[in-house]
């Protein structure tokens, strides 16, 4: 039997080498992921990169007259949160266009 909060879920984390994932885990801490949970919004600086393992995270795109439009899917084949490489958003190309990052699906991330 598979255990769900296992960051294993994730495969990007799953595809890590031995040696690195070893490295990771420590700093890995298990984030419930509610209905609706906002993760960042339009202009909050990211301070965490997540790892969804059972949970779905949604960018919304919002227009001045506060209707949205889903414009991604942050899916267990994901991440979302700061590039580590570049020390910027890893969905930058959508950073000036007022996104939300929100959880349709509850459950959890890493």
């Known amino acids: 039997m598979t255990d769900l909060n296992c960051p294993r ?7 890590l080498p031995a040696a690195v994932y ?6 890995l801490e298990l984030v419930p992921m509610p ?3 906002v993760l960042y919004e339009s202009g909050d600086k990211l301070r965490y990169v997540y790892f969804p393992t059972t949970c ?3 960018m919304l795109y919002v227009i ?3 209707a949205s439009a889903e414009i991604a ?4 084949r994901c991440w979302i949160g ?7 958003v890893n969905v930058t190309k ?3 266009r007022n996104p939300i990052a929100c959880s349709p699906l509850p459950g959890v991330a890493h």
Request: net charge neutral.
């Open 22 to 27: 070893e490295r990771l885990f420590p700093l």
């Open 64 to 66: 001045l007259n506060g």
């Open 35 to 37: 209905l609706g949970e």
């Open 56 to 58: 779905i995270v949604s």
């Open 73 to 76: 899917l942050v899916t267990s």
């Open 94 to 96: 959508w950073s000036n």
């Open 82 to 88: 700061r590039d580590w490489k570049r020390g910027s």
């Open 9 to 15: 879920q994730n495969h990007l984390i799953d595809a």
